[in-house]
């Protein structure tokens, strides 16, 4: 499958690389496709990756994951161009995090609306599946935990894209660990999750940690 992961940073290389390393083709979105940074991943990353502008990834993806920060998000999606991803599943793993008064962050969205909601808005056409917004860049492929495997949750409007995700989720080492919780509004919750996760490694000084539904 032809994989568009529209961001550069840690969390958009650590998902490229794992789809890499599964047999797809990947190509990685950025604003600067000649940087170093970006140069060194496509090496590291192996014959299937590429790099190119938003617009030539979102053209270039039959699935895509959308990676970027919170503030450079809606122009990201804008140099894709919402035609580009419409009918597509988008996998949004970001969280709209605010740092305007320190740290923790806070939420720029939240209670009534969600960045998961606001992104299927602004890419009305795409099928929106938020997922891997509540754990580290380090496990989000192949989890490793000593107290056993966590759990992943994921919400979207669309349940053959969740479906698909799923398989995604399973492919990169979530098994029998992956819970939808219905629509985009879902993400009104797990976005606030990952305030929870930072909370709790700033207090503690470690990054090493995920959540776990426990049934009985």
Known sequence: MQIGVLGSGVVGQTLGTGFAARGHQVMMGTRDPAGEKVTAWRESAGAGASVGTFADTAAFA???VLATSWTGTEQALQLAGAERLAGKVLIDVTNPLDFSHGAPPGLALGHTDSGGEQVQRW???ARVVKALN???APYMVDPSF???APDMFICGNDDPAKA?????????????HITDIGGIEGARLLEPLCILW??????????NHAFKLVKN
């Open 123 to 125: 890419l009305p056409g």
């Open 164 to 176: 698909e995700v799923t398989g995604i989720l399973e492919a990169f080492g979530w098994r029998d």
């Open 146 to 148: 000593a107290e056993g």
């Open 198 to 207: 930072v909370v709790y490694g700033m207090r503690t000084g470690g990054w």
């Open 62 to 64: 039959e699935l895509a």
């Open 134 to 136: 509540i754990i580290g």
